[in-house]
């Protein structure tokens, strides 16, 4: 393949970093002698404004010289955007070449080092071979001149947990203001890039946690249930919107009321864009009302943020299905965009003999009935194949529906389980039984009915490509558990079956929508898709952030801009930014100092309409943020005190902490 540069010579202004920074010198901008040519006077003209625009300039327009690998870096870091490269071009023409020297002054040239570091040098080669694909990193705002391959390491000065984030909220701000009693300031921080600061403060898996430094002495910091913490003593009660600064006439459709739909809609809002939520569901929030039972997230909770994008003026229009009662040609030509996001909906399949037998039933149906009908229930016992966060809801809402008993079987160990350590810890408590290295192998029937579950022992061998120890069955080892009911819960895909025939919307093998991964667009013009549809399953944080790349994506195609200029958060969003105080010194306390524990309600209360998880108290809050090792200041570097550093020097490292 071949490459070729080409730069808009009415917007260059003969910088040189292109030639600067070119890795393999196939740029030349120096052609005062020898068999290339030397410009007119008028090129020669200094195209930088001030007080170098008077005087002769020796670097020409840039041309192309030898064989360009396509890596980009001159397009991504020339500040006016002039160069482009085009890619399997058959033929090339190089630009000649000749011996560089230096023309006196007086006959207008300027020696090339007086205005820049660039200099011509012989092309060269490759740097690591010419079958190595590597490119350079996207430049992420236009001031921006130099750039990091792209692979290399960049430090990234945010805190381990905001980096962490999938929308970047800054815990370790809020956190601090917990300790401080500060709630009010506390709920600002933690509701700034989040549509959804009071469901993730109850729901959201916490990857924050994962990589918070305090793990590295004791225990993480529990920022999701100190996000909880001010949400509820946090002031208002009622979540209050910046609404934006202008408004557009453009109209914009979104299927699908779960996280990643009212992702996008609180966004586009936020923008100024007229928007409209389409679900078949009686209620908005997709999974989050009809998947997540009230005693984990209480309804209350969940309407304070949907109220919020009410408040914002979003339309929702429920029980309307595409495809049913309305096809998506209708709304490509009543709305000027559309999203589709409508999520994973259709239940994995366990592939055993017997599970089409009733009884069995998808984990996801099970808990959109218990959800919307107060009067489901189960009778006797249950078995629950999984160990996700569905799976554990499924079974703590089977015991509050009535079955005598529930066994959850899962195949690896509880230390694999996806789901929450909170989740599981609370279904123990519940009298919940969990079967660990178990997976079922049969479903037996008496007279047409479920009767029981037969299951196989496991143990897991080497890790699989996505690390995880694979679970091999142990020969001669199963067992029969009787049960009257079945809920499966292994995963769920998208189900495409809603898309009309003959749509440009393509569709991979495994059901999910195939869409740009920058800009989300579909292959129909004007149609975009996000979140669970297009990557599978994953966390309500992870849909948050999917839908705000999608309304910036649909902001840039309605108002004719390149994606790149246009910023993932609206313009006018405020961030509240960590600062010093004001004496410049923190003082950080590493001695082991317990995580503090969420209370839960009694075990015998199983309540459908009770929350289980109580919520730390005020002294629990204020001490267990008090825990946070404040990385949100360590950038700036203040002073230090640190007590408790014998602790660290035990564990072989001293924190170093150098001033500016």
């Not at 990234?156 to 815990?171: E, H, I, K, M, S």
């Not at 914009?252 to 809002?269: D, N």
């Amino acid at each position: 393949m071949a490459y070729r540069f080409q730069v808009n010579q009415t917007t260059c202004i003969n910088c040189g970093i292109c030639m600067d920074l070119c890795p393999v010198r196939c740029l030349d901008m120096s052609r005062p002698a020898g068999e290339g040519e030397i410009g007119s006077e008028t090129e020669r003209r200094s195209p930088i404004p001030g007080g170098n625009g008077s005087r002769s300039w020796m670097m020409l327009v840039p041309v192309q010289v030898s064989q360009c690998i396509g890596c980009q870096v001159c397009a991504q870091e020339c500040p006016t955007n002039a160069i482009t490269i085009e890619s399997s071009v058959k033929e090339l023409t190089y630009s000649k070449r000749g011996t560089v020297t230096y023309l006196p002054p007086e006959q207008g040239w300027q020696a090339l080092d007086a205005y820049t570091r660039a200099f011509p040098e012989e092309p060269g080669e490759a740097p690591w071979g010419d079958d190595h694909a590597w490119h350079v990193a996207e430049r992420q705002a236009v001031w921006q001149s130099s750039r990091s391959w792209l692979g290399e390491r960049k430090e990234d000065l945010r805190a381990p947990c905001q980096a962490a984030c999938p929308v970047g909220t800054n815990a370790g701000l809020y956190v601090s203001l917990i300790a401080e009693g500060r709630y009010d300031e506390a709920l600002e921080v933690a509701s700034e890039p989040n549509p959804f600061p009071c469901i993730c403060g109850r729901v959201c898996t916490a990857p924050c946690e994962d990589a918070c430094r305090r793990g590295e002495f004791d225990l993480p910091i529990a920022i999701r249930d100190l996000k909880r913490f001010a949400m509820d003593h946090g002031a208002p009660k009622h979540r209050k919107v910046k609404p934006p600064k202008h408004l557009y006439s453009e109209r914009v459709a979104i299927v699908g009321a779960g996280p990643t739909g009212l992702s996008a809609a609180y966004y586009l809002a936020r923008r100024g864009y007229q928007v409209t939520v389409i679900d078949a569901m009686p209620v908005p929030g997709g999974m989050m009302a009809i998947g997540i039972p009230d005693y984990r997230l209480p309804r209350a909770e969940l309407n304070r943020d949907i109220d919020a994008m009410r408040d914002l003026g979003i339309e929702f229009k429920l029980n309307t299905a595409i495809g049913r009662d309305m096809s998506l040609e209708e709304l490509r030509h009543d709305y000027d965009a559309v999203l589709l996001a409508v999520g994973a909906q259709r239940s994995q399949r366990l592939g055993v003999p017997g599970e089409d037998l009733p009884g069995v039933i998808p984990a996801t149906t099970f808990l959109k009935d218990f959800n919307l009908n107060p009067e489901t229930r189960l009778e006797g016992d249950v078995a629950v194949v999984g160990g996700g966060s569905t799976a554990l809801d499924a079974a703590r809402s089977a015991l509050r529906s009535g079955a005598r008993s529930v066994h959850i079987l899962y195949r690896r160990s509880r230390v694999e389980m996806p789901a929450q350590p909170e989740e599981v810890r609370a279904a123990l408590e519940e009298g919940i039984h969990l079967h660990e290295l178990v997976a079922p192998v049969q479903m037996l029937s008496t007279a047409g009915a479920l009767s029981g579950v037969r299951c196989q022992c496991m143990v897991l061998r080497e890790a699989d490509e996505k690390g995880r120890r694979k679970p091999v069955p142990v020969l001669g080892t199963e067992f029969d558990i009787a049960v009257q009911s079945v809920l499966v819960a292994i995963g769920e895909a998208p189900d495409p079956s809603f898309l009309p025939e003959g749509t440009n919307v393509g569709v991979a093998p495994w059901g999910g929508l195939l869409i740009n991964p920058e800009s989300l667009a579909t292959g129909a013009p004007g149609v975009f898709a996000a979140g669970d549809v297009t990557y599978g399953p994953k966390t309500v944080i992870h849909a948050a952030a999917h839908g705000r790349q999608a309304a910036r994506s649909i902001h840039a195609y309605l108002s004719h801009l390149a994606l790149r200029t246009v910023k993932e958060m609206p313009e006018d969003e405020f961030e509240t930014v960590s600062t010093l105080p004001q004496d410049g010194v923190i003082t950080l306390d590493l001695r082991p100092t317990p995580r503090e524990v969420m209370p839960f309600a009694e075990s015998a209360s199983r309540d459908r309409s009770i929350e289980f998880a109580k919520g730390l108290s005020e002294e629990q809050a204020r001490r267990e943020a008090s825990r946070c090792l404040r990385c949100d200041l360590a950038y700036l570097c203040p002073s230090i005190n640190v007590i408790g550093a014998e602790n660290i020097k035990a564990r072989g490292a001293v924190p170093v902490v150098q001033p500016r």
